[in-house]
């Protein structure tokens, strides 16, 4: 068949390199793509929210499968503008519909679908402009540190953790009043304080049924130990070591059949990735957040794990065979690490020469923010190339990792060397 994968990153790199494995893969394009994922199918030059230009290319190329990477397609009604469309409507596409994808695009949202269907989680309540001194009582009556979140998509880069509580009623105001991340923050949800270790369960369904891929940690901060800014991802690790059988088995029964029960319930469409962060406290599983595609750099590490043919899998998916297929899972375990460019988070510069990725033989390179020009690559975002790696234990697999970031080499090249520290 021939298949489309929206995105460009590190995400959608590992998704095209997967895809291209099967036997069912006639031809792969990814749109935009970048200079990793011109080397398993063919970049098109298209926009991730440009539907009517997405529609045009799909009905010439014979497209039967599109696969969407990023949130912001979903969150803008993909999905829906697909099913609505007489020409596009047979044509299966891997994502929820609009309503689903605001599990994302509104926090708001899914902290009232966690409530409504007993999924635990942090208490919490949301605030505006016009309510914003009952968000100050709110914060006096919690414990530090204080939750902040912009309640729309800002980039990962809408939630505040502080200790302050002065601080905290600054940051509400400058979100809510001021559009410290635009709209994204014209509603603010506030919740407790969870302590405890993080990890992400990936779920992919069909709306009905559905199959639980392997677990993963990432690693946010910009420094190491967890310091510094946020990030999109520095780093991934699968399996999460304290996420045995048992703890799965309990995140399936207390989150992820809820989660989907609660879905049909609400009579919401949902063909596609389940992203639920977690974070384990005491043992007991609770939901920070979900995502409706995968996780970058999760993605990374989850997909090379599958030994299934996850193309067939998202065949199942539109035609109704999904909960016949196998799911293959590998034992070994897969770290990855993020090479950024010098200033990110913050302000960088795009365009360096990229020299070494030939040298790299232990582990699989993901391109990220990458650009081919002619015969060279060069830098072209903040988080640059993925270095995956397979190994028995954590530290087999990440040394593989730390030693192919030292064979690449661009301009002001950084990455964290404490990936895993924490387990």
């Not at 009905?208 to 946010?220: G, H």
């Not at 991934?236 to 207390?254: H, L, M, N």
């Not at 389940?274 to 995502?291: A, H, R």
């Amino acid at each position: 068949m021939n298949v489309l994968i929206l995105g460009s990153g590190g995400r959608e790199h590992a998704f095209a390199w997967k895809i291209a494995k099967s036997s069912s893969c006639n031809q792969l394009f990814i749109a935009p793509g970048n200079a990793g994922t011109a080397e398993v199918g063919t970049n098109i030059n298209i926009e991730v929210n440009d539907f009517e230009s997405i529609k045009e290319f799909v009905l010439a190329e014979n497209i039967e499968l599109v696969l969407v990477g990023p949130e912001d397609p979903l969150v803008n009604g993909i999905y829906n503008f697909f099913k609505e469309d007489k020409q596009l409507m047979n044509i299966s596409l891997i994502g929820p519909s609009k309503e689903g994808a605001q599990l994302e695009g509104s926090k708001q949202f899914a902290k009232e679908f966690m409530f409504r269907h007993n999924i635990p989680t942090a208490k919490y309540q949301a605030f505006t402009k016009d309510n914003l001194a009952e968000g100050y009582t709110f914060l006096e009556s919690l414990e530090a540190p204080y939750v902040l979140k912009a309640d729309g998509l800002a980039a990962g880069k809408g939630v505040l953790i502080l200790n302050d509580l002065q601080e905290a009623k600054d940051e509400l105001k400058a979100m809510v009043a001021d559009a410290k991340f635009g709209t994204a923050s014209s509603t603010v949800v506030i919740e407790e304080f969870l302590d405890g270790i993080e990890l992400s369960v990936f779920v992919l369904t069909d709306g009905d049924s559905y199959k639980i891929l392997p677990s993963a940690k990432d690693y946010k901060r910009i420094g190491e130990g967890n310091t510094g800014l946020n990030t999109g991802g520095m780093g991934a690790i699968s399996p999460v070591p304290f996420a045995d059988r048992f703890y799965i088995e309990k995140v399936e029964r207390e989150i992820i059949k809820p989660t989907v029960e609660g879905l049909k319930k609400d009579n919401i469409e949902y063909k596609g990735f389940i992203f639920i962060g977690l974070i384990n406290v005491k043992g007991e599983p609770k939901v920070i957040e979900y995502n409706v595609r995968m996780g970058d750099p999760e993605t990374e590490v989850v997909i090379p794990r599958i030994k299934s043919d996850l193309l067939n899998l998202l065949k199942g998916i539109g035609d109704g065979t999904f909960s016949e297929k196998d799911l293959e899972i590998s034992e070994e375990v897969a770290t990855t690490i993020i090479l950024v460019s010098g200033g990110y988070p913050e302000s960088y510069e795009k365009g360096k020469q990229i020299t070494g990725i030939e040298k790299v033989s232990d582990s699989i390179v993901f391109h990220a923010g990458t650009k081919q020009e002619g015969e060279v690559v060069k830098t072209n975002g903040g988080r640059v190339i993925a270095l995956t790696s397979f190994g028995e234990n954590m530290n087999d697999s990440l040394k593989k990792s730390f030693d192919s970031a030292e064979k690449i080499a661009f301009e002001g090249k950084y990455f964290r060397k404490d990936i895993g520290f924490d387990l």
